[in-house]
């Protein structure tokens, strides 16, 4: 079975500073990894995706997450955030090119403060 | 314009009446999913299709039916609710179920059960 673990359930952070939030996988095959983002009273939107290839994926937004297989982590970055970025943020796994098996985490908080 | 459209966005009831959901793609996408997302628990699958006349539980499936009888429309469909029931319902598709594609989400239907 897989499993996502998302670290921390809320991170606040100052405009304009760097961000990281963690994920942390767990399966016995090969993966795909995915971050979702939710504003408030909106549906999920996909931010990035990692499918193959290299290991450093960048996002719409500005956003970007590295793939380390050794770690089995897919932590999302942002070098400076802004206030808009203030939303729910989801990794999420999905084994083996099975769409209908997307396993979604906890989600993480991000509150980006004046 | 693309998109998945759930109806209602809110919804109150009582114990034990039926009630159901509707999710419409106009995409033509092949894959549908219904998730429910609950505070500190993220967001769980409940069913999914792969194609018309094609679904299969996911990992919250309990008091849930589904159906797909076209392409576009995929109602969630609870006989009897109950007040355990009560969260943020979203149906979700993609082109396939392969997991290379991204879903796409509707804005998400509040179900109170009282």
């Known amino acids: 079975a897989q499993s996502v673990t998302q670290l921390d359930s809320q991170v606040p952070v100052f405009e304009e500073a760097p961000v990281e939030l963690r994920c942390n996988y767990s399966s016995s095959v090969s993966v795909y990894l995915f971050w979702y983002v939710q504003y408030p009273n909106q549906g999920l939107q996909l931010l990035l995706k990692?499918?193959?290839?290299?290991?450093l994926v960048k996002g719409i937004n500005g956003f970007e997450a590295e793939f380390n297989k050794s770690q089995t982590s897919f932590h999302l970055r942002k070098p400076s955030v802004h206030i808009s970025d203030t939303a729910e943020y989801f990794c999420?796994?999905?084994?083996?090119?099975?769409?209908?098996?997307?396993?979604f985490g906890k989600g993480t908080l991000l509150t980006v403060n004046p | 314009e693309a998109q998945v459209t759930q109806n209602p966005r809110y919804l109150i009831t009582v114990t034990g009446k039926k009630l159901t959901v509707t999710c419409s793609q106009n995409m033509n996408h092949e894959y549908m999913s219904w998730y429910r997302q609950d505070p500190g628990l993220g967001l769980r699958q409940i069913y999914y299709s792969m194609n018309v006349e094609v679904t299969d539980k996911g990992d919250v499936p309990e008091g849930y039916k589904v159906s797909r009888k076209e392409k576009r429309n995929f109602p969630l469909i609870l006989e009897s609710p109950s007040p355990n029931q009560t969260s943020l319902y979203f149906c979700?598709?993609?082109?396939?179920?392969?997991?290379?594609?991204?879903?796409?989400f509707g804005s998400g239907t509040q179900l109170s059960v009282l």
């Open positions: 979700a598709s993609s082109l396939s179920g392969t997991g290379l594609e991204k879903l796409f």
């Open positions: 990692y499918l193959s290839g290299s290991t």
């Open positions: 999420a796994v999905s084994r083996g090119g099975s769409n209908y098996k997307l396993t």
